[in-house]
């Protein structure tokens, strides 16, 4: 036997109920079109704060890899004033104590270690290598003294 709902839905009449009232045909059109204006609307959201959420870890990076690079080209500075040489890879400035050979009254030569290493607190790769902030190894020329990074885009930074 047929219901009234069902009698109602072969005549297109209704399409369901509401509270135990049939709802007309395009009420049903209407609320799926909103469903997925919305979904449409949240996901354009979501693609913009990603967008803008990965831009300014961009920028972080940037700005750190800055900071570090002159951190970096300092420490071979005070390496090669104190030491006469250049390091031979920048692994050493991490590794070696900071050590400065003086002269006392007599003309005696002694060693000041001061407490440190040349960098400190730089994160590294699995060998001990200083890393930059996208992860990478920098380049360092032990023959020129010159460090960049090694993240693809920032070779000339």
Known sequence: MDTPLHVEASRGKASGSLNGQALP???RGRTLFEALLTLILVSVFL????DRYASSVRRVKEVA????????RSAINYFAIINGRLPESLKELIVKDILIT??????RDY?????GKYVE????????????????????DPKTGMVRSGAE???KW
């Open 65 to 72: 890899l800055t900071v570090e690079l002159n951190t970096m």
């Open 47 to 50: 693609l913009i704060a990603v």
């Open 102 to 107: 003086k002269k006392d009254i007599t003309g």
């Open 25 to 27: 045909v395009n009420e």
């Open 111 to 115: 060693t000041v270690m001061i407490i």
């Open 121 to 140: 607190s730089m994160s590294t790769d699995a060998q001990g290598y200083p890393a930059d902030p996208f992860g990478n190894r920098y380049q360092y």
């Open 153 to 155: 885009g920032y070779e």
